[in-house]
Each structure stands twice: as structure tokens, then as C-alpha cells.
């Protein structure tokens, strides 16, 4: 069956670094979506991706982050400047369909890439 | 702002008992998802229910749906250890927003 990898599983980081999360997303999707999940917390919504652009990004989804889709099959979140508070599990998820006015299928998610900041 | 609400907030269970969680949204759906997720792991999806359907079946899974009360829940037949896990029922569409979850604890 068809799945979202992530890599790495795990990435150790010094405050200020800049790090790069990897995603293949599942190949027949058309939507792809970052989200995070602190330590004890909710997981929440960072963007949407759509036709190689964002559609959507909370207030988390600073200039400090950006997302690329370089290549036909993987999909990267960027953090340029690292801080402590970016630790957290980062979640990719792809879907098959997004489009305005339609329904929406269920999200398939990676199973996280856990960022230590030190 | 909108997200899932579940409830209980925790649950804990004897193994083969049922478990039964809730779930309240506030905005109109074109369909509702449930995800669990073991602990700091990613998120698996459960089952998706339309918004003109009342109830659905996915094995020890029974959900269902009441859109005049803007309600759901979810029940699993038979726990198991395995089962134990939280279990979120978050709103949105394109954009997911996640509540708290369910903690589902299944005692052996």
C-alpha cells in the first residue's frame, strides 16, 4: 500500500542552523500540507501546497520557513534559522484531491521527522 | 478558532470492552475524518464519513454522524491493547485543525 516517508526520522540541530525536512509524498496526490506537533501539544497546521505554490499557512509559517517541491516526487520543508522553539515532530500529508468546492479525501500522514533544537 | 473537540478527554478501558468517543465541530462539512495516533507517531486515518451519510462500518470501527448537532462518534467493538492511542476528529477540509484528542488507555 502506498505511503508518505519522511527523512530523517530524527535530526539534531544547533539554534541558528538551517534544516531541510524531506517528504515523499504519495505519487498520484496533488495536495501536500507540513504540520507540527510540539511535544504535549495539539498538532497544527503550518501550509498547503498546490500546482507548485502555497495555498495556505498559518502564523507559524513564518519567513523563517519555506516549502519545495524541487523534483516530480519529493516535497521539503526549509527552516533557515533555527530556534529552540522549533523543536517539535514535523508531519507531511498528502491527498488526492483539494479543490475548491469539492470534498475533500482523507489525509495520508508521514510518520514525522522529530527536530531537536539544542 | 474551528477545531474538532473530543471528549472524554481520556478513556480508559478493560481489554474486550467497547469504547465509545465524541466528537463536536462547529462549521459546515462536506465530510468528517477520524485519525489515531500512537504515542509521538504519526497520524493514521481511521475512517472518513460523508455529510450525507448517518453511520459507517470499517471493521471494529462504527462511526457515526449527526450534522444538525454538529456531532460524531466513534466507537471500537472489542478493544485491544493495541487500540491504545489518542484519537482526534479534526475539522477542516483542506487545512486540518486538531483538538486534544481522545487518550484511549486499553488495560489487559
Known amino acids: 500500500e502506498p505511503e508518505v516517508t519522511q527523512t530523517p526520522s530524527h535530526q539534531v540541530t544547533q539554534m541558528g542552523q538551517e534544516v531541510i525536512l524531506r517528504c515523499v509524498p504519495i505519487s498520484n496526490h496533488l495536495y501536500f500540507y507540513w504540520y507540527r506537533q510540539i511535544l504535549g501539544q495539539k498538532v497544527e497546521f503550518l501550509v498547503s501546497f498546490y500546482n507548485n505554490e502555497i495555498s495556505e499557512k498559518s502564523e507559524i509559517f513564518d519567513d523563517q520557513f519555506s516549502v519545495e517541491r524541487p523534483d516530480g516526487s519529493n516535497f521539503t520543508l526549509k527552516i533557515r534559522s533555527t530556534k529552540l522553539e522549533d523543536s517539535a515532530m514535523y508531519f507531511c500529508?498528502?491527498?488526492?484531491?483539494?479543490?475548491?468546492?469539492?470534498?475533500?479525501?482523507?489525509?495520508?500522514f508521514g510518520p514525522g521527522t522529530r527536530l531537536t533544537v539544542l | 478558532s474551528q477545531q474538532g473537540e473530543e471528549d472524554p478527554q481520556a478513556l480508559s478501558i478493560q481489554e474486550g470492552e467497547n469504547a465509545t468517543m465524541n466528537c463536536s465541530y462547529k462549521t459546515s462539512i462536506n465530510n468528517l475524518q477520524w485519525y489515531r495516533q500512537n504515542s509521538g507517531r504519526g497520524l493514521v486515518h481511521l475512517i472518513l464519513i460523508r455529510s450525507n451519510e448517518r453511520e459507517k462500518h470499517s471493521g471494529r470501527l462504527r462511526v457515526t454522524l449527526d450534522t444538525s448537532k454538529k456531532s460524531s462518534s466513534l466507537l471500537i467493538t472489542a478493544s485491544r491493547a493495541a487500540d491504545t492511542a489518542s484519537y482526534f476528529c479534526?475539522?477542516?477540509?483542506?487545512?486540518?485543525?486538531f483538538g486534544q484528542g481522545t487518550r484511549l488507555t486499553i488495560n489487559p
Open positions: 500529508a498528502s491527498t488526492t484531491s483539494g479543490l475548491a468546492g469539492t470534498s475533500y479525501n482523507e489525509q495520508f
Open positions: 479534526p475539522e477542516g477540509a483542506q487545512k486540518l485543525v
